[in-house]
């Protein structure tokens, strides 16, 4: 469905830490110059939390945070982490309850090798990497539902259980099925390692062969996580659409980008497709401390994910007009950030796809 020029949308902006800080001024930057040719307004929201508002409130965000976002049409995040605030309290405390309360249920992830980007695979070219990982983004193997018991002893023990339901499952195969209808790449493969885990998976495999008879059209099948990760890399071009779990989802979500020559690149959805919540939208990669402060981030992953808020809000069109600025400059290889072995600046790619934007 295409919405109409004219629109304008509250965008909650957290940009968050280290180079998310970077990246986003030039996300916001390729929106704001798409959507003054398209006609598409943004009323930016912007939220300071991150590791620097825990630092100072005790808390990564206000305890009305979610009610807050609630009000806006999408959440345009950079990235959340820094080296002195544990991991699992930037992760809980703020992305968790975004995609869980907003039941963003749909990772989705495309992976794309550009013209003019050296790829790490010998052999490969534009178009022979080209596909999308749909990850299970709220159940799976990332549950809290666990515990440890007889800390400190020699029969310490952990336990962490995973959670499987049918609605989790049809819900995020029907999105992979018709996303493949949708693009008319009419091959869905699945990640599965049922013959290991063999409680959950099963029921994984059985949903996945349920949901693929309703769409004759489309050629359905599967693969042991092992060997997806081998093929991923050997046969990339036999991939269109993947469903995987929350966990494998993850993994082959950082595996593909790395094989498309940057991670930087790389840019995510998480999804509400009722379109009940907000959904959200943010580069793959995370603050990056280790350059943070250089300006020498890549925000491609960021303007991408720009673009594919877009999409979801209707704007198919000026979604490819952002997609094709970004293949435009990545082509003429002139402003570059140093992990694509440029010398170009975060503002002077920003600014170069702003430019490209046609
Ligand atoms: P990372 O993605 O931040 O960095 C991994 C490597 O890729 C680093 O060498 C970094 O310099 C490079 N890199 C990442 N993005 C880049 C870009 N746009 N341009 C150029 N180079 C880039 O992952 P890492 O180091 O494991 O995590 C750092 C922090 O970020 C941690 O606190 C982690 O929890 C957090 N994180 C947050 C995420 C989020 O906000 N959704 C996602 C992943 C990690
Ligand atoms: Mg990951």
Known sequence: MEA?????????????????????????????????????????LEYPWSCDYYRAHGRMCPEDAMETLSKSDSIFLGAIGQPDVPDHISLWQLLMPIRRSFDQYVNLRPVRL???????????????????????????EYSQIGGRMFTGTPRETAFQESVFTRTGMERIMKYAFELARK???????????SNGII??????DQVFNETSARYPGIRANQLHIDAFCANLVLKPQAFDVIVASNLFGDILSDLGPATTGSLGIAPSGNLNPEREHPSMFEPVHGSAP??????????????WSGAMMLRHLG????????????????????????????????????????????
Not at 14 to 36: N, Q
């Open 315 to 358: 704007h198919g069109e000026a979604a490819d007009m952002v997609e094709k600025a970004i293949e435009t400059v990545l082509a003429e290889g002139k402003t570059r950030t140093p992990d694509l072995g440029g010398k170009s600046s975060t503002e002077e790619v920003g600014k170069a796809i702003a430019g490209a934007v046609c």
């Open 183 to 193: 693009l008319n790449r009419p091959h869905v493969t699945s990640a599965t390692k």
């Open 4 to 44: 109409k020029a004219g629109s304008t949308y509250n965008i909650a902006v957290i940009a968050g830490d280290g180079i998310g800080r970077e990246v986003m001024p030039e996300g916001m930057r390729v929106l704001e110059e798409v959507g003054h040719r398209c006609g598409i307004g943004f009323n930016w």
């Open 290 to 303: 280790d350059i943070a402060g250089r300006h020498i981030a890549n925000p491609i992953g960021q303007i």
């Open 199 to 204: 409680h959950t998976l099963p029921f994984w």
């Open 114 to 140: 550009f013209r003019g980007i050296s790829c790490p695979l010998a052999g490969m070219k534009p178009g022979d990497i080209d596909y999308y990982v749909v990850r299970e983004n709220s159940e799976g």
